[in-house]
């Protein structure tokens, strides 16, 4: 039992799910903590009581931002609650006064919701530049600098690679661009809550709850450094964050002085409760604690996939490696068929595939999953090799 928790009945009390299934699918939709599913029911039935507005919902708000604040760094001035990760890399892409002939440079086998804000700029004079990469994901602060041109304005990257698990150097290439000039977006879904997101060096960065902050869908985190408040115009426009004094509307459009001005009307009250709990519960843990444990478990899982023979793609181990784990099986053991039987057995997993149509498994555990829950899949797993699923 991991340190974390002092006894397995507190480990399933705080993670239901972990009483009936393995779930080693953070990397995709998170199942939810029993504290996040409570604050959310809690929230619904005070909300049968009075309007779903009411005073203790607004110091809840105030209470996540905060929070989410805190989780990456940053001011809680610079944080709108605004979920999913798409709608916050979309704002990015089109708050900008582009230009004809701008440059955006991005990757083009990151998860599509980092690649199709931009590549749409394509109708409003921007050229998109994809980066080159010696590996699956393996985005270095090398391949950025190889990509830049006197042109580029924004480069939009990952903070990990979904299938890959590559985690790459936000600090560095940071401050590459800083140097350079060149605004740096990040998509920050994959490693905030289980790795630190530094955003020192970043200038927007649009975080989903519902992987690894083990939060609701449709909530989380969109984080604007302050002095791009004025650069990047909200592209979605309400009462909420434009001066509406008694909700009159005016004949100036004067916005929010905060990152309140990208949240354009009412918000995931219920995702906000819940997202609320679950920063407590990652704080209360400690992020360092948490990105160390997650280590623990990457290395025990590495241990189990070598002994079946399986190859496994993207880091092992280092400060690009992360707690997604994707592997191939033996040859003769199908990936689909082996996800099958690990569901089947209440393994939670996924199967993805690359470009070119190949499939994979994917593990992703988080800090609550232990050594035993692994050792059940890896078992599944052989079961499965052995017998040609």
Known sequence: MSELFPSEAERLERFPIARNKVFLAHAAVTALPGRVADAMCDYARASCDDHQEFAEFFATMKEARRLSAELIGASSSEIALLGPTSLGLSLFANGIDWQPGDEVVCYRDDYPANVYPW????????????????APGAVTPEAVGAALTERTRLVALASCHFLTGYRIDIDAIGRMLGERGVLFSLDGIQTCG????????????????????????????????EKNFELLRPSLLGAWNVDSPDFIAQDEIRFHPTARRYEPGVLNASGIAGFKAALELLLEADPGSVAARLGELKAHLLAGL?????????????PAASSITTFSPPPGAAPAALFDRLADAGVVASCRKDR?????????PHFYNTEDELDRALGVLEAG???GA
Do not use: N, Q
Not at 306 to 318: A, I, Y
């Open 119 to 134: 590549l749409d700029l394509a109708r409003r004079g921007v050229t998109v530049r994809y980066l080159e990469v010696d």
């Open 194 to 225: 289980a790795f630190p997101t530094p955003i020192e060096h970043v200038d927007f960065m649009s975080a989903d709850a519902h992987k690894w902050l083990l939060g609701p869908m449709a909530i989380g985190i969109v984080y604007v450094k």
């Open 306 to 318: 070598d002994r079946l023979g399986c190859e496994v793609h993207g880091p092992r181990d280092g």
């Open 385 to 387: 090799v052995r017998s």
């Open 356 to 364: 070119s149509g190949r499939e994979f498994l994917r593990f992703s």
